[in-house]
Structures are given as structure tokens and as C-alpha cells.
């Protein structure tokens, strides 16, 4: 029997057409184009004070590690233990493509912090987050891009060698 996929939480993401083109869904603002994520219980641009209007977007599905970590304990709400004891998971801070928002994610299964390097290149894809006996729950992950030499290391300078 087929499991039916849905969100684990509603509101936050597309699903894309086929596992293709998922998105997370964003707010922006007014008058300072600002973005939020999620629409409406990001933060606030200080310079929007009292502005409450958002309207929603799609926002990238690309972007660049800013900064990563090993959660050595379990995420609050909506990630669900599916082990004992609890695998440690990857975390990234992904700094958008158009947006240039920061937003935080579980890296794909099989990643580890050693894989990972700030500045990456990393797409979203949806994955599951845990199952039942008759849904998936899914939540948007990143993975590397794998075009090229985007998913390398950089290269140790000579200086960084000791010469």
C-alpha cells in the first residue's frame, strides 16, 4: 500500500509537482521589499515597525551555506524520534539565492557535518520526517547541488599549508 505524503506542518512549503520545484512559502514585506519566513511568525525588519502586511511567496529553492551543526539532541516540534537512542541529524543555515534570507534546515539523510563547507551550494528538496501507518509527513531538507566543483572543499591556500 501506497502511503499518501502530506506536510508535516501545513502552510510552510509546496510540495512541488512530483518532488520537482518545491518551495518554502515566505511573507514580504511593503515598502522595504523585506522577506520573512514563515510568512507571518518570521521577524521583523526594525525599519518596518508596526507594518503587518505580507503577502505571500514562493521563495528560492537554492542558496548557500552560511553556517552548519550537529544536533546532538532532538529538535523541538514538528521532528519526531524514529530512534533510540536519537542519530544525531545536520542542520544548515542557508543564506537564499534571491532573497539573501537565512533559513535553517535539516541537511539530507547520509550528510554529514564533514561533507558540508560554508559557502555550498545547496538546493531544497522534500523529504519524509517521519511515517505512520498511512502517511509519510514530509519537511523541506538541502542537499548539495552536485553541478561541477560546487560541492568541494576549497582549496588550502599555500599559507594555510605552512609555506
Same mark, same amino acid.
Given at each position: 500500500?501506497?502511503?499518501?505524503? %502530506?506536510?508535516?506542518?501545513?502552510?510552510?512549503?509546496?510540495?512541488?509537482?512530483?518532488?520537482?520545484?518545491?518551495?518554502?512559502?515566505? @511573507?514580504?514585506?511593503?515598502?522595504?521589499?523585506?522577506?520573512?519566513?514563515?510568512?507571518?511568525?518570521?521577524?521583523?525588519?526594525?525599519?518596518?515597525?508596526?507594518?503587518?502586511?505580507?503577502?505571500?511567496?514562493?521563495?528560492?529553492?537554492?542558496?548557500?551555506?552560511?553556517?552548519?551543526?550537529?544536533?546532538?539532541?532532538?529538535?523541538?516540534?514538528?521532528?519526531?524520534?524514529?530512534?533510540?537512542?536519537?542519530?544525531?541529524?545536520?542542520?544548515?543555515?542557508?543564506?537564499?539565492?534571491?532573497?539573501?534570507? %537565512?533559513?535553517?534546515?535539516?541537511?539530507?539523510? @547520509?550528510? %554529514?557535518?564533514?561533507?558540508?563547507?560554508?559557502?555550498?551550494?545547496?538546493?531544497?528538496?522534500?523529504?519524509?520526517?517521519?511515517?505512520?501507518?498511512?502517511?509519510?509527513?514530509?519537511?523541506?531538507?538541502?542537499?548539495?547541488?552536485?553541478?561541477?566543483?560546487?560541492?568541494?572543499?576549497?582549496?588550502?591556500?599555500?599559507?594555510?599549508?605552512?609555506?
Amino acid at each position: 500500500m501506497t502511503k499518501t505524503q %502530506v506536510p508535516a506542518v501545513e502552510g510552510l512549503f509546496t510540495m512541488g509537482d512530483d518532488g520537482e520545484d518545491p518551495r518554502l512559502i515566505g @511573507g514580504k514585506g511593503g515598502a522595504r521589499d523585506s522577506y520573512f519566513f514563515p510568512k507571518n511568525m518570521g521577524g521583523n525588519d526594525p525599519a518596518l515597525f508596526g507594518e503587518t502586511e505580507r503577502a505571500e511567496v514562493l521563495l528560492s529553492n537554492t542558496g548557500t551555506i552560511w553556517s552548519f551543526t550537529t544536533s546532538s539532541y532532538p529538535p523541538p516540534k514538528p521532528y519526531v524520534i524514529t530512534t533510540e537512542p536519537f542519530v544525531p541529524i545536520v542542520i544548515a543555515a542557508v543564506e537564499l539565492d534571491n532573497e539573501k534570507l %537565512v533559513v535553517l534546515g535539516q541537511m539530507a539523510p @547520509g550528510i %554529514v557535518v564533514e561533507d558540508l563547507h560554508v559557502g555550498m551550494r545547496v538546493k531544497m528538496i522534500i523529504d519524509v520526517l517521519y511515517e505512520d501507518d498511512d502517511h509519510q509527513y514530509m519537511v523541506w531538507k538541502w542537499e548539495p547541488e552536485t553541478s561541477g566543483s560546487e560541492t568541494q572543499k576549497p582549496e588550502a591556500s599555500a599559507v594555510q599549508e605552512g609555506n
